[in-house]
C-alpha cells in the first residue's frame, strides 16, 4: 500500500477512487497493478511529481505503520480495498503475501485463492515452489503448488526442468523423476514398445 504526505495529510487511493468515473478515466490505459503506485496517487489526486513524501508499506494487516487517514479504511479492508486487492494486485503481490512469515493465515489463504482464480496454466505454481523474493516460501505452500500442478496436469517439460534445476528437495527429485517417466513414455510411443 503507498500513500504521499502532503499538505499535512496522507494521500492515498482507495477503491472509491480508483473504480469511480474519474478514475476508469484517468487509469483506462494503465495496467491493473499501477494504481498501486506513487504515480497513480499524484495523477488522481493531480499532485506536482515532487510534492510530499513518498511511503509504502506492504504489511497492510499491521495498521499501526499506517497514517491514521488509512488506519480507518484498514479496518474495513473488503470495503475500501477489496476490489483493488483482486482485480488490480499481480502475481507477485500475492506471492509476497504467501511467503511473508509475518502474514497471517488468513491473508495467505487469501492470496492463495487469488492465484488460484488467476492462474490457468502452472506457471505461477512452479514459481511458488522455486523462487524466492525476500522470504523463502514455507514448505506448505510449496507442497500446495506442487498438488496443484499435478492436479491440474502438468503440460510443459519446461516446468519440470525449471524445477529440477531450481527446486529446493524434495521438489526437484519429484520434477526429475517426471521428466524420466515423460522420456520413458516419450521413447516407448517412438518405438511402439516398451524399453527392456
Known amino acids: 500500500m503507498s500513500w504521499i504526505v502532503f499538505n499535512g495529510r496522507a494521500w492515498f487511493l482507495t477503491d472509491r477512487e480508483v473504480f469511480s468515473e474519474r478514475g476508469r478515466e484517468i487509469f483506462k490505459d494503465c495496467s491493473p497493478e499501477y494504481v498501486l503506485g506513487h ?97 523463502d516460501m514455507s514448505e506448505k505452500w510449496k507442497e500446495r503448488a506442487w498438488r496443484e500442478m499435478l492436479r491440474r496436469g502438468i503440460k510443459r517439460d519446461y516446468t519440470l526442468e525449471y524445477l529440477r534445476t531450481n527446486a529446493p528437495q524434495p521438489w526437484s527429485e519429484r520434477a526429475k523423476a517426471l521428466l524420466e517417466k515423460q522420456l520413458k513414455k516419450a521413447r516407448r510411443n517412438e518405438s511402439g514398445k516398451k524399453p527392456s
Open 39 to 135: 504515480e497513480a496517487i499524484r495523477k488522481y489526486f493531480r499532485l506536482e511529481p515532487d510534492a510530499g513524501e513518498k511511503y509504502a508499506n506492504t504489511f497492510f494487516w499491521q495498521t499501526k505503520n499506517f497514517p491514521s487517514e488509512m488506519v480507518e479504511k484498514l479496518a474495513d479492508f473488503d470495503k475500501n480495498f477489496g476490489r483493488i486487492f483482486n482485480e488490480c494486485f499481480w502475481y507477485y503481490n500475492y506471492y509476497y503475501i504467501l511467503e511473508n512469515p509475518y502474514a497471517p493465515e488468513e491473508w495467505r489463504e487469501r492470496a492463495w485463492q487469488k492465484l488460484l482464480e488467476n492462474e490457468k496454466g502452472d506457471f505461477l505454481f512452479h514459481n511458488v515452489i522455486a523462487i524466492k523474493v525476500d522470504y
